[in-house]
């Protein structure tokens, strides 16, 4: 199965700061990724699937790039509300597999 | 609106059984395959079954083959999880979550979990 290794683990930030989060593939899922964002007591929301397209209600200042092994989630102006966890999760083959997740913190 | 809601976990002891639910409303359950993801405490995510729209194929991550059993009753909008053999390593947050895709797939819409614990 595919591994993917998220970094950093934790992330300090401000708001109005811009955030980069990686997640790095043990071998290529072409553009087979998604971003999902968890917040303390709830369930994850997809954010960005198919490594750039953002899910339906998700703001611009969300975006992702990259192919193949390195991809990265952007948050280009953290707002309060986007202090969560975040996970990457591949498609490109079988079974789905999860990052340990990017915990962005204040 | 997509609603997903779960029920069904508790407590249980090791070797014992449980028999979780997933009700969907808001879209066409048919047309969707399902999956259930489950997140031990303090941990991350993780795929542990999935089932096609016609219930016709199923699928298991290894750790859980031949003890959990995935179904679903498209006449209730309902999808379940049958668990047996727990062990410790079954505790989690158990959520049910919709695919985007017919097999291996993206998740777009997502219960807000059922706790199972496994303990003596």
């Known amino acids: 199965e595919i591994v993917l290794t998220q970094s950093p683990a934790t992330l300090s930030l401000s708001p109005g700061e811009r955030a980069t989060l990686s997640c790095r593939a043990s071998?290529?899922?072409?553009?087979?990724l998604a971003w999902y964002q968890q917040k303390p007591g709830q369930a994850p929301r997809l954010l960005i699937f198919?490594?750039?397209d953002r899910a339906t209600g998700i703001p611009a200042r969300f975006s992702g790039s990259g192919s193949g092994t390195d991809l990265t989630l952007t948050i280009s102006s953290l707002e309060p509300e986007d202090f969560a966890v975040y996970y990457c999760?591949?498609?490109?083959?079988?079974?789905?597999?999860f990052g340990q997740g990017t915990k962005l913190e204040i | 609106e997509v609603q997903l809601l779960e029920s069904g976990g508790g407590l249980v002891q090791p070797g014992g059984s449980l028999r979780l639910s997933c009700t969907a409303s808001?879209?066409?359950?048919?047309?969707?395959?399902m999956s259930w993801v489950r997140q031990a405490p303090g941990k991350g995510l993780e795929w542990v079954s999935a089932?096609?729209?016609?219930?016709?194929?199923?699928f298991y991550t290894d750790s859980v083959k031949g003890r959990f059993t995935i179904s679903r009753d498209n006449s209730k909008n309902t999808l379940y999880l049958q668990m047996k053999s727990l062990r410790a390593e079954d505790t989690a947050v158990y959520y049910c979550?919709?695919?985007?895709?017919?097999?291996?797939?993206?998740?777009?819409?997502w219960g807000q979990g059922t706790l199972v614990t496994v303990s003596s």
């Open positions: 089932i096609i729209g016609s219930g016709g194929t199923t």
């Open positions: 979550a919709r695919q985007r895709e017919r097999i291996v797939a993206y998740f777009d819409y």
């Open positions: 071998q290529s899922v072409s553009s087979y």
């Open positions: 808001g879209f066409t359950f048919s047309d969707y395959a």
């Open positions: 198919d490594a750039s």
């Open positions: 999760q591949q498609r490109r083959t079988w079974p789905p597999t």
